[in-house]
């Protein structure tokens, strides 16, 4: 029988893979499917992200895992939000290290060796309203948000009292040439998402400083 590297190496187009998935490759579960998946992780061939979720060690790649189709998998539903995604759309000057997410379940970080993942629950009527699906190289995929739903996102998480555009320019240091970039139809597909009254705030208050 293969190692379960070898396996993973063979199968694991993305270099991500479950225990599940390995059971179908191997051919065979239990006892023996685990001690295969603890013999490649004893020797730092593959990493185990979380319970039933694994992932190549950089050597055994075919490309690099990008971290945020990673955060789907390790908690979902999710979408890259908050931080990571101003970050991103390079709103914020800087880095994050953390992997943040909006989550529709309960908030929950996670430690791994490929990185630490956040996920803070959001509570919306529509989870996607404003989120984008990015296709990566190679077939992956992960879903972003927009700017102003990563704002909003934040103001949501961080219990901000915001109400224009002045704390968002103050404390995250976002250029006002970016906030004067949103549309109109940003703020009215956002509006009725939210169930926070100070998100609901944020948000007409940044609308009537912008002239939106």
């Not at 599940?20 to 990493?47: F, I, S």
């Not at 990673?70 to 890259?80: D, F, K, M, N, T």
């Not at 976002?174 to 004067?180: A, G, Q, T």
């Not at 703020?187 to 939210?194: D, G, M, S």
Request: proline share 4%; hydrophobic share 40%; net charge positive.
């Amino acid at each position: 029988m293969q190692t379960a590297t070898e396996l993973a190496m063979h199968k694991a187009t993305r270099g991500i893979f479950t225990r599940q998935e390995a059971a179908c490759w191997a051919g065979t579960d239990g006892p023996r499917l685990d001690a295969l998946l603890k013999r490649a992780v004893a020797c730092g061939e593959v990493l185990r992200v979380r319970r039933g979720l694994f992932c190549l060690a950089g050597p055994y790649m075919r490309r690099q895992v990008n971290a945020y189709e990673l955060a789907q998998r390790v908690h979902g539903p999710s979408y890259i939000s908050l931080e990571s995604a101003l970050a991103h759309h390079g709103w914020i000057p800087e880095a994050v290290y953390t992997i943040t997410s909006a989550s529709q379940h309960r908030s929950r970080t996670f430690q791994t060796p490929v990185g630490v993942f956040s996920f803070t629950r959001i509570p919306q009527k529509v989870f996607l309203a404003g989120v984008r699906r990015r296709t990566l190289e190679g077939g992956g995929s992960f879903f972003l948000a927009d700017p102003l739903k990563a704002l909003a996102d934040y103001v949501c998480a961080h219990a901000c009292d915001w109400e224009g555009a002045g704390p968002v320019m103050g404390s995250l240091r976002v250029e006002e040439s970016e906030l004067h970039a949103l549309a109109t139809e940003s703020f009215e597909l956002l509006a009725p998402v939210y169930r926070a009254g100070r998100v609901r705030r944020f948000l007409e208050g940044l609308r009537k400083d912008l002239g939106l």
